[in-house]
Protein backbone atom coordinates (compact mmCIF):
# COMPACT_ATOMS: atom_id res chain seq x y z
CA UNK A 1 0.00 0.00 0.00
CA UNK A 2 0.98 3.36 -0.18
CA UNK A 3 1.56 3.87 3.29
CA UNK A 4 1.74 1.89 6.79
CA UNK A 5 -1.80 1.15 7.91
CA UNK A 6 -3.08 0.36 11.66
CA UNK A 7 -6.25 -1.05 12.45
CA UNK A 8 -8.38 -0.61 14.47
CA UNK A 9 -7.76 3.46 14.65
CA UNK A 10 -9.38 2.75 17.95
CA UNK A 11 -9.91 -0.01 20.28
CA UNK A 12 -11.75 0.23 23.69
CA UNK A 13 -11.65 -2.66 25.79
CA UNK A 14 -12.47 -4.05 29.63
CA UNK A 15 -9.59 -4.22 32.06
CA UNK A 16 -8.57 -8.01 31.01
CA UNK A 17 -9.48 -8.65 28.21
CA UNK A 18 -7.06 -9.44 25.27
CA UNK A 19 -6.76 -7.31 22.15
CA UNK A 20 -5.26 -7.79 18.78
CA UNK A 21 -3.83 -4.78 17.04
CA UNK A 22 -2.41 -4.75 13.40
CA UNK A 23 -0.39 -3.29 11.08
CA UNK A 24 0.17 -3.41 7.44
CA UNK A 25 3.69 -2.17 6.35
CA UNK A 26 4.42 -0.76 3.37
CA UNK A 27 4.98 -3.14 0.70
CA UNK A 28 8.16 -4.29 0.12
CA UNK A 29 9.27 -2.95 3.73
CA UNK A 30 11.07 -6.34 5.31
CA UNK A 31 11.69 -4.27 8.71
CA UNK A 32 8.33 -3.60 10.93
CA UNK A 33 8.42 -2.14 14.40
CA UNK A 34 6.18 -1.27 17.31
CA UNK A 35 6.06 1.71 19.20
CA UNK A 36 3.91 2.79 22.49
CA UNK A 37 3.13 6.31 22.75
CA UNK A 38 1.58 7.54 25.89
CA UNK A 39 0.32 11.59 26.08
CA UNK A 40 3.39 13.61 26.25
CA UNK A 41 5.99 11.77 25.82
CA UNK A 42 8.26 9.75 22.61
CA UNK A 43 7.65 6.76 21.32
CA UNK A 44 8.69 3.88 23.18
CA UNK A 45 10.58 0.88 21.61
CA UNK A 46 8.28 -2.34 21.51
CA UNK A 47 9.46 -4.95 18.96
CA UNK A 48 11.26 -5.08 16.07
CA UNK A 49 11.39 -7.57 13.14
CA UNK A 50 13.36 -8.25 10.73
CA UNK A 51 11.24 -10.66 7.38
CA UNK A 52 9.27 -12.67 9.81
CA UNK A 53 11.66 -12.92 12.95
CA UNK A 54 11.22 -11.13 15.84
CA UNK A 55 15.36 -9.27 15.76
CA UNK A 56 14.77 -7.48 18.95
CA UNK A 57 11.43 -7.98 21.66
CA UNK A 58 13.83 -6.04 24.65
CA UNK A 59 11.27 -3.34 24.50
CA UNK A 60 7.73 -5.41 25.01
CA UNK A 61 7.39 -4.89 28.97
CA UNK A 62 6.26 -8.19 30.11
CA UNK A 63 4.71 -11.52 29.19
CA UNK A 64 1.30 -10.24 28.11
CA UNK A 65 2.50 -8.68 25.10
CA UNK A 66 3.42 -10.78 22.10
CA UNK A 67 3.62 -9.77 18.31
CA UNK A 68 3.84 -11.51 15.36
CA UNK A 69 4.76 -11.39 11.66
CA UNK A 70 3.92 -14.84 10.01
CA UNK A 71 4.48 -14.11 6.09
CA UNK A 72 6.80 -11.49 6.50
CA UNK A 73 4.72 -8.22 5.78
CA UNK A 74 1.55 -7.66 8.53
CA UNK A 75 2.01 -7.88 11.96
CA UNK A 76 -0.16 -8.53 14.87
CA UNK A 77 0.61 -7.27 18.43
CA UNK A 78 -1.25 -9.30 21.48
CA UNK A 79 -2.19 -7.88 24.77
CA UNK A 80 -3.48 -10.36 27.15
CA UNK A 81 -5.09 -9.73 30.25
CA UNK A 82 -5.31 -6.14 29.55
CA UNK A 83 -4.54 -3.29 32.71
CA UNK A 84 -5.27 0.13 32.90
CA UNK A 85 -1.87 1.08 32.34
CA UNK A 86 -1.70 -0.34 29.21
CA UNK A 87 -3.69 2.41 27.62
CA UNK A 88 -1.61 4.56 24.89
CA UNK A 89 -1.59 4.86 21.20
CA UNK A 90 0.52 1.78 19.90
CA UNK A 91 2.69 3.25 16.83
CA UNK A 92 3.96 1.06 14.14
CA UNK A 93 6.77 1.50 11.17
CA UNK A 94 8.10 0.10 8.63
CA UNK A 95 11.65 0.61 6.50
CA UNK A 96 13.50 -1.03 4.19
CA UNK A 97 17.10 -2.33 5.36
CA UNK A 98 19.81 -1.22 2.88
CA UNK A 99 23.00 -4.08 2.69
CA UNK A 100 22.41 -3.89 6.34
CA UNK A 101 22.15 0.14 6.59
CA UNK A 102 19.57 1.40 9.09
CA UNK A 103 17.09 3.84 6.67
CA UNK A 104 14.34 5.91 7.21
CA UNK A 105 10.96 4.41 9.33
CA UNK A 106 7.20 6.10 8.16
CA UNK A 107 4.55 5.33 11.05
CA UNK A 108 0.92 4.15 10.88
CA UNK A 109 -1.70 6.21 12.58
CA UNK A 110 -1.46 4.34 15.47
CA UNK A 111 -4.38 2.94 17.12
CA UNK A 112 -5.48 4.31 20.25
CA UNK A 113 -5.96 2.23 22.89
CA UNK A 114 -8.05 2.71 26.18
CA UNK A 115 -8.65 0.00 28.34
CA UNK A 116 -11.63 0.91 31.43
CA UNK B 1 22.83 3.15 28.01
CA UNK B 2 20.23 3.68 24.85
CA UNK B 3 18.50 6.78 26.16
CA UNK B 4 18.60 10.08 24.09
CA UNK B 5 18.38 13.44 25.74
CA UNK B 6 16.85 16.12 24.52
CA UNK B 7 16.05 19.77 24.91
CA UNK B 8 14.29 22.00 25.59
CA UNK B 9 10.83 20.20 26.15
CA UNK B 10 9.54 23.95 25.36
CA UNK B 11 10.52 26.26 22.89
CA UNK B 12 8.69 29.65 21.62
CA UNK B 13 10.35 31.30 19.15
CA UNK B 14 8.74 34.94 17.18
CA UNK B 15 7.97 33.88 13.41
CA UNK B 16 10.93 34.30 11.30
CA UNK B 17 13.75 33.51 14.43
CA UNK B 18 15.37 30.57 14.42
CA UNK B 19 14.92 27.40 16.36
CA UNK B 20 17.43 24.99 17.72
CA UNK B 21 16.39 21.64 19.72
CA UNK B 22 19.70 19.69 20.85
CA UNK B 23 20.03 15.58 21.79
CA UNK B 24 22.84 13.73 23.71
CA UNK B 25 23.60 10.41 23.44
CA UNK B 26 25.71 7.68 24.89
CA UNK B 27 26.10 4.51 22.69
CA UNK B 28 29.00 4.87 20.89
CA UNK B 29 27.45 2.25 18.70
CA UNK B 30 24.95 4.62 17.36
CA UNK B 31 25.48 5.46 13.57
CA UNK B 32 22.14 6.95 12.47
CA UNK B 33 20.02 10.01 13.86
CA UNK B 34 16.05 11.04 12.49
CA UNK B 35 14.11 13.73 13.44
CA UNK B 36 10.39 13.27 13.33
CA UNK B 37 7.36 16.11 13.53
CA UNK B 38 4.68 15.12 15.12
CA UNK B 39 1.37 17.21 15.29
CA UNK B 40 -1.01 17.03 17.65
CA UNK B 41 -3.30 13.79 16.90
CA UNK B 42 -1.38 12.81 13.85
CA UNK B 43 1.42 10.19 13.44
CA UNK B 44 5.38 11.17 13.37
CA UNK B 45 6.75 12.28 10.30
CA UNK B 46 10.07 12.00 9.28
CA UNK B 47 12.13 15.34 8.54
CA UNK B 48 15.11 14.62 8.23
CA UNK B 49 17.96 12.19 8.96
CA UNK B 50 22.05 12.03 9.31
CA UNK B 51 24.32 8.89 9.59
CA UNK B 52 27.57 9.11 11.71
CA UNK B 53 29.65 9.45 8.24
CA UNK B 54 28.64 12.91 7.98
CA UNK B 55 28.70 16.14 10.05
CA UNK B 56 26.00 17.94 8.65
CA UNK B 57 23.02 17.50 6.63
CA UNK B 58 20.81 20.71 4.99
CA UNK B 59 17.02 19.97 3.59
CA UNK B 60 15.88 23.95 2.50
CA UNK B 61 15.06 25.86 6.09
CA UNK B 62 15.47 22.65 8.11
CA UNK B 63 19.50 21.50 8.69
CA UNK B 64 20.81 18.34 11.27
CA UNK B 65 24.20 18.60 12.76
CA UNK B 66 25.97 15.64 14.45
CA UNK B 67 29.18 15.56 16.25
CA UNK B 68 30.39 11.93 17.21
CA UNK B 69 33.18 12.71 19.34
CA UNK B 70 30.65 14.24 21.90
CA UNK B 71 27.54 12.58 21.01
CA UNK B 72 25.34 15.32 20.11
CA UNK B 73 23.13 16.13 17.34
CA UNK B 74 21.08 19.46 16.69
CA UNK B 75 18.27 20.12 14.93
CA UNK B 76 18.09 23.85 13.14
CA UNK B 77 15.06 25.17 11.67
CA UNK B 78 15.62 28.78 10.08
CA UNK B 79 12.90 31.04 9.13
CA UNK B 80 10.33 29.81 11.39
CA UNK B 81 6.41 29.32 10.59
CA UNK B 82 3.60 28.95 12.39
CA UNK B 83 2.95 25.98 10.36
CA UNK B 84 6.48 24.33 12.19
CA UNK B 85 4.79 24.17 15.36
CA UNK B 86 4.51 20.73 16.41
CA UNK B 87 6.71 18.34 18.90
CA UNK B 88 10.05 17.66 17.46
CA UNK B 89 11.69 14.49 18.44
CA UNK B 90 15.28 13.40 18.14
CA UNK B 91 16.16 9.69 18.07
CA UNK B 92 19.33 7.28 17.55
CA UNK B 93 19.88 3.94 16.92
CA UNK B 94 21.87 1.69 19.41
CA UNK B 95 24.03 -0.30 17.01
CA UNK B 96 21.21 -2.18 15.30
CA UNK B 97 17.93 -1.11 14.03
CA UNK B 98 16.17 -0.58 17.09
CA UNK B 99 15.75 3.35 17.39
CA UNK B 100 15.33 5.35 20.71
CA UNK B 101 13.24 8.44 20.74
CA UNK B 102 13.64 11.63 23.24
CA UNK B 103 11.20 12.95 25.01
CA UNK B 104 10.14 15.45 22.54
CA UNK B 105 10.08 19.29 22.44
CA UNK B 106 7.27 21.19 21.77
CA UNK B 107 7.91 24.38 19.41
CA UNK B 108 5.64 27.34 19.27
CA UNK B 109 5.73 29.49 16.32
CA UNK B 110 4.24 32.80 17.38
CA UNK B 111 2.92 34.95 14.28
Known amino acids: GAGVSQTPSNKVTEKGKYVELRCDPI?????LYWYRQSLGQGPEFLIYFQGTGAADDSGLPNDRFFAVRPEGSVSTLKIQRTERGDSAVYLC??????????????FGQGTRLTVV | GENVEQHPSTLSVQEGDSAVIKCTYSDSASNYFPWYKQELGKRPQLIIDIRSNVGEKKDQRIAVTLNKTAKHFSLHITETQPEDSAVYFC??????????FGAGTRLFVKA
Open chain 1, 27 to 31: SGHTA
Open chain 1, 93 to 106: ASSLTLGGDRVAAF
Open chain 2, 91 to 100: AHNTGGFKTI
